[in-house]
């Protein structure tokens, strides 16, 4: 148990547990530049299979990647005033395009050269808006150019004061979707359909239950007509928003002269939409499926599905386990499940099974001289439950077991949501929801921001989403849960990250 002790209860403190999730599953550390996180190969792994998922449907509906750079004007954010206010306080500055020796030691060996001072700062990308559309007005001219399908993987740097690794970081990777469109009606269905897009990758790949909704005007994206989202409920009761899509109107269209000629040979401005999600993703896997014990991850994402560990006494037994331990990888992989064969020395059996563990690993199976014997393997799985599996047909049997697995731990979330979900709440019900277990409240909201600011005052509860009606009530709340006037809508509280 010695390394499975290393990791805080969740119970205790859901914070310290998170972290020690992280670091001993090895996803991320923290990095000498405050506010910044190294990712680790692990880790880096899961954003690798999350990354070749999303960019294979992106690419199905007809979306294409590019690359914009990192740097952008300042007088580019200035052009869509509601943008800037956004990211004013978030944005870190180039000023300067080179440093100079001093003579002089230590910290004081180097300084900035006043002389290099850049004529206009720029800023190090926040989000690729402003550029991008800057370069749309070059490259749009007629509807024949219409629609225009970009997709950019890249980093994105926001300053944070309060980091946390994966969930809010200064910097992070991030995939950002910009499209430009003839009509409303088309950049509606854009944002429409990539937010599609999100939720069955999130439900399919990461097996994490969202819901997905409209944001209010005072929580939508600077800049944007409508802001889409989706939101996740994490073991500890809170929101995670996990990806965004926005109908962006025409206001950055407006500002960048982004125009084309209609075929009927007039100019109209054209219609843009954006869509992002990042590696925040990561974190709400950590927090939807991840136990006492370390990381539990979804097959399908997992950077290894199954762990062989063979278990001999003698140099005999060794080498009999490690031979079938050896087929078994070659059997698996040829299947094309990512497998590990662990024949380190200088580990016991135990200690593997908690490293493994603690790395999320879905399916461990283990060899021993008796399992050579009797034709099988014993399979374990990270999420309980140990049998004999025969070898012959090994394959097809560990398939359908992380399948098995892949499928529970979605039901498991999508359980724990609904358990932890209210409907029809009143103002005391959601003042006590929120003070004890907390998760998601759906009730009436009259659309004010004052009304909206004063629940986020007095409970830190903020609206998430105005539900999709997949996700309403059957009876429509008539009356705001928390005023008591006219409901304009449903809406789903909670406390969020």
Same mark, same amino acid.
């Given at each position: 148990?010695?390394?499975a002790?290393?990791?805080?209860? *969740? ?6 547990w ?41 690419? !199905?509906?007809?979306?294409?990647n ?11 954010? !200035? ?20 440093? *100079? @020796? ?10 900035? %050269?006043?002389? /290099? ?40 740097? *926001?300053?944070?004061?309060?980091? +946390? ?5 200064t910097?992070?990777?991030w ?10 009606a ?37 800049? @944007? ?13 809170? !929101? ?11 206001n ?21 939409t ?17 136990? %006492?014990?370390?990381?539990?991850? =979804?097959? +399908?994402? &997992? =950077?290894?599905?199954?762990a062989?560990? =063979?278990?001999?006494? /003698? ?7 490690s ?12 299947a ?8 380190? %020395? ?7 099974y ?9 399916l ?42 892949? &499928? ?6 999508? %359980? *724990? ?6 409907r ?25 921001a ?14 998430r ?14 009356t ?13 509280? !909670?406390?969020?990250?």
């Amino acid at each position: 148990m010695a390394q499975a002790q290393k990791i805080t209860p *969740r119970a205790k403190d859901s914070s310290e547990w998170y972290n020690d999730v992280v670091m001993q599953a090895e996803l991320a550390d923290y990095s000498p530049v405050r506010g910044c996180m190294v990712i680790r190969p692990h880790g880096y792994r899961i954003w690798e299979l999350m990354q070749g998922a999303l960019d294979e449907m992106f690419r !199905a509906t007809g979306h294409q990647n590019a690359y914009f750079p990192i740097f952008i004007p300042m007088s580019f954010l !200035a052009k869509e005033a509601e943008h800037v206010e956004g990211f004013a306080k978030e944005v870190a500055l180039v000023t300067h395009t080179r440093l *100079r @020796a001093t003579g002089k030691e230590g910290a004081a060996a180097i300084e900035v %050269d006043p002389e /290099s001072k850049l004529e206009e700062p720029l800023v190090v990308r926040p989000t690729s808006e402003t550029i991008i559309y800057a370069m749309f007005a070059k490259w749009i001219q007629s509807y024949r150019d219409l629609p225009l399908l970009i997709n950019q993987w890249c980093n994105i740097v *926001r300053w944070e004061l309060r980091t +946390r690794l994966f969930l809010r970081t200064t910097e992070f990777l991030w995939q950002e979707g910009h499209t430009a469109h003839a009509t409303e009606a088309e950049a509606e269905a854009e944002a429409r359909q990539m937010l599609g897009v999100y939720r069955k990758f999130q439900e399919d790949w990461m097996a994490m239950p969202v819901i997905t909704g409209r944001k209010t005007e005072s929580e939508k994206f600077a800049g @944007a007509l409508r802001t889409y989202a989706l939101e996740a409920l994490m073991q500890d009761n809170k !929101a995670l928003q996990a990806g965004t899509s926005h109908n962006l109107g025409q206001n950055f269209a407006k500002a960048f002269n982004v125009q084309y000629q209609t075929a009927a040979g007039g100019l109209e401005h054209v219609w843009n939409t954006s869509w992002g999600v990042s590696t925040r993703m990561i974190g709400g896997l950590i927090m939807t499926h991840s136990d %006492d014990n370390g990381l539990v991850c =979804p097959p +399908r994402l &997992a =950077p290894v599905q199954v762990a062989i560990v =063979p278990i001999w006494k /003698s140099e005999e037994e060794r080498g009999q386990v490690s031979g079938v331990g050896g087929q078994v990888k070659a059997e698996l992989g040829q299947a094309g499940i990512r497998v590990e064969l662990d024949l380190r %020395d200088n580990l016991k059996p135990g200690a593997k099974y908690f490293e493994w563990e603690a790395k999320g690993v879905p399916l461990r199976l283990e060899i021993g001289p008796r399992d050579v014997a009797a034709g099988q393997v014993m399979t374990a799985r990270r999420t309980g439950g140990k049998a004999p599996a025969p070898l012959n047909g090994l394959a097809r049997t560990v398939g359908s077991a992380l399948d098995e697995i892949q &499928a529970g731990l979605f039901k498991a979330a999508k %359980d *724990r949501r609904e358990a932890h979900s209210i409907r029809g709440v009143t103002k005391p019900q959601f003042i006590e929801f929120m003070k004890q277990s907390g998760g998601f409240a759906y009730g009436g909201f009259c659309g004010s921001a004052a009304c909206e600011a004063e629940i986020k005052q007095a409970t830190a509860a903020t609206v998430r989403v105005l539900p999709d009606p997949e996700f309403r009530s059957k009876e429509t709340p008539t009356t705001c849960m928390w005023c008591g006037k006219p409901s304009v809508a449903e809406a789903v509280w !909670a406390q969020a990250y």
